[in-house]
């Protein structure tokens, strides 16, 4: 059986947890298992709500470390050479903890299509492809035929 927590040990767990987010961390900042912790949450209700309120609050602080980081790139605060690996992973965190970073993706217009496109790798051509050719205008002088611009077959004529 794992031992019990008193109540420094439980305040330096919600400490750590404040700061870096991570059960492994806490536990490993406390010198006791991450087994133990969940235990003594499963024990003690109020343990449990304060070490869930503490690991949200964490993971904002570690959202809020990565923008800093990556804004101090942006705006070059930072004298140093740009590290990309910190750079990239103070992105993916702040990604994976701060809703809404990357913000939304919306799709401005819609494209209607009248080829549907089989392949985008020009195929040989026939003896027998001798269909009459639809011309397309590019708007610069020259027409071209669908079969230039890309190989499929027209399905609304």
Partial sequence: ??????????????????????????????????????????????FKRRVLEARAEGKTNIADRAIELIKSYAYGENTEKT??????????????YEPGFRGQTIVQGRIDHDVRV??????????????PKKLLDK???KAHTIEEVIEGEVINE
Avoid: Q
């Fill in 139 to 141: 708007g610069r002088g």
């Fill in 1 to 46: 059986m794992a031992k019990k927590l008193n109540h420094e040990l439980k305040e330096s767990v919600i400490d750590a947890l404040r700061f870096h987010g991570t059960m492994v961390y806490a536990a490993k900042i406390c010198d006791v298992s991450v087994r133990t912790l969940n235990e003594e949450m499963r024990r003690s209700e109020v």
């Fill in 83 to 96: 590290d990309r690996n910190r750079l990239t992973a103070a992105i993916a965190l702040a990604n994976a």
């Fill in 118 to 131: 089989i392949t985008a790798v020009p195929r040989p051509k026939y003896a027998i492809e001798n269909k």
